[in-house]
């Protein structure tokens, strides 16, 4: 498979930013998949090469985008346990344990959710969504545990990224947080982006400098000076539940990172947060797919003993 170069034309916009452009025009390829594009000079912005992401596209303009043939993929296929919760020709729903990292970064090549699917699945998954994260439509943290969807076609892949952006797949995630909430439930809306003192971590704020993020929680159960709640993703940004949490003043109990250091009495390994159930339209059928993932045993001992408690 060679290179595959598109000729596309500005024919009927407001000026808009290049990567913002191509993302609505080439709907095969997420936003993020484009700026790396135009970071490794494969864009270019009426005959000249453009690196610069936020450059302005006007009506007329013509832009050469070059999409490179996929290079062998070199990840090592491992057999790691995955515990399904649905799968078929199409598709695998895992429920992701903690400390399973999602897909390869530098430092970090193995032992990987990528590497145990890429066993499970064998060489059905080679090049769909990327070199090194083949399959892949959306993530969890580290620590994070629960429901993932992972692709085995183009098709799949493509559908389930529009379904994420489209917000017609619903996440929602149980969590447990310290303090009691005011009321049952409400909305956190606020930007995210790289918080300015701590490169490793995200924070809210100001919207230009960050990314729109929505999340919705509603109170599950009360537990004394902890409470049970469930969040339902409308947007997907790095942490988004984790910082949504702290900055309305309840952060996850465990979340290290932006929460406090605390003796629960339970060995947690991370973030009390799991992504409990998982609602997609099946990218081939069009029927409704649900997962739902059962809790991680160091959850609910989490649960008995703050039950214990009250």
Same mark, same amino acid.
């Given at each position: 498979?060679?290179?595959?170069?598109?000729?596309?034309?500005?024919?009927?916009?407001?000026?808009?930013?290049?990567?913002?452009?191509?993302?609505?025009?080439?709907?095969?390829?997420?936003?993020?998949?484009?700026?790396?594009?135009?970071?490794?000079?494969?864009?270019?912005?009426?005959?000249?090469?453009?690196?610069?992401?936020?450059?302005?596209?006007?009506?007329?303009?013509?832009?050469?985008?070059?999409?490179?043939?996929?290079?062998?993929?070199?990840?090592?296929?491992?057999?790691?346990?995955?515990?399904?919760?649905?799968?078929?020709?199409?598709?695998?729903?895992?429920?992701?344990?903690?400390?399973?990292?999602?897909?390869?970064?530098?430092?970090?090549?193995?032992?990987?959710?990528?590497?145990?699917?890429?066993?499970?699945?064998?060489?059905?998954?080679?090049?769909?969504? /990327?070199?090194?994260?083949?399959?892949?439509?959306?993530? !969890?943290?580290?620590?994070?545990? #629960?429901?993932? +969807? *992972? =692709?085995?076609?183009?098709?799949?892949?493509?559908?389930?990224?529009?379904?994420?952006?489209?917000?017609?797949?619903?996440?929602?995630?149980?969590?447990?947080?310290?303090?009691?909430?005011?009321?049952?439930?409400?909305?956190?809306?606020?930007?995210?982006?790289?918080?300015?003192?701590?490169?490793?971590?995200?924070?809210?704020?100001?919207?230009?400098?960050?990314?729109?993020?929505?999340?919705?929680?509603?109170?599950?159960?009360?537990?004394?000076?902890?409470?049970?709640?469930?969040?339902?993703?409308?947007?997907?940004?790095?942490?988004?539940?984790?910082?949504?949490?702290?900055?309305?003043?309840?952060?996850?109990?465990?979340?290290?990172?932006?929460?406090?250091?605390?003796?629960?009495?339970?060995?947690?390994? /991370?973030?009390?947060?799991?992504?409990?159930?998982?609602? !997609?339209?099946?990218?081939?059928? #069009?029927?409704? +797919? *649900? =997962?739902?993932?059962?809790?991680?045993?160091?959850?609910?001992?989490?649960?008995?003993?703050?039950?214990?408690?009250?």
């Amino acid at each position: 498979m060679a290179d595959q170069t598109l000729e596309l034309t500005v024919e009927h916009a407001d000026p808009e930013r290049l990567d913002r452009w191509l993302t609505a025009h080439v709907k095969a390829l997420s936003r993020n998949r484009i700026q790396k594009l135009i970071d490794w000079e494969y864009v270019h912005l009426n005959g000249q090469c453009c690196t610069n992401k936020k450059a302005t596209v006007q009506v007329g303009d013509r832009i050469q985008l070059t999409i490179p043939e996929p290079k062998p993929l070199e990840l090592t296929p491992e057999a790691i346990p995955l515990e399904i919760l649905y799968e078929d020709q199409h598709l695998i729903i895992i429920n992701k344990p903690a400390g399973l990292v999602v897909h390869p970064a530098p430092g970090n090549m193995n032992g990987t959710l990528v590497n145990a699917v890429l066993a499970h699945c064998g060489d059905q998954l080679l090049g769909i969504g /990327g070199v090194q994260r083949p399959g892949i439509v959306h993530r !969890l943290d580290k620590d994070t545990t #629960g429901a993932i +969807v *992972v =692709a085995k076609t183009d098709l799949a892949h493509s559908d389930l990224q529009a379904q994420m952006k489209a917000k017609t797949a619903r996440r929602e995630y149980l969590g447990v947080v310290y303090g009691a909430p005011k009321t049952e439930t409400g909305t956190i809306d606020a930007p995210l982006g790289r918080h300015p003192a701590d490169r490793k971590k995200n924070a809210v704020v100001p919207l230009e400098k960050g990314r729109h993020a929505v999340t919705h929680w509603q109170v599950e159960e009360r537990l004394g000076n902890f409470s049970l709640l469930r969040f339902r993703l409308e947007t997907g940004r790095t942490h988004q539940i984790r910082v949504h949490s702290a900055h309305g003043g309840h952060p996850i109990v465990g979340d290290l990172t932006y929460g406090p250091k605390r003796d629960m009495g339970v060995n947690l390994p /991370g973030q009390a947060l799991h992504a409990q159930r998982l609602e !997609l339209r099946h990218p081939a059928s #069009g029927e409704p +797919v *649900v =997962a739902i993932a059962p809790l991680p045993d160091h959850f609910t001992k989490l649960l008995a003993v703050l039950r214990s408690r009250t």
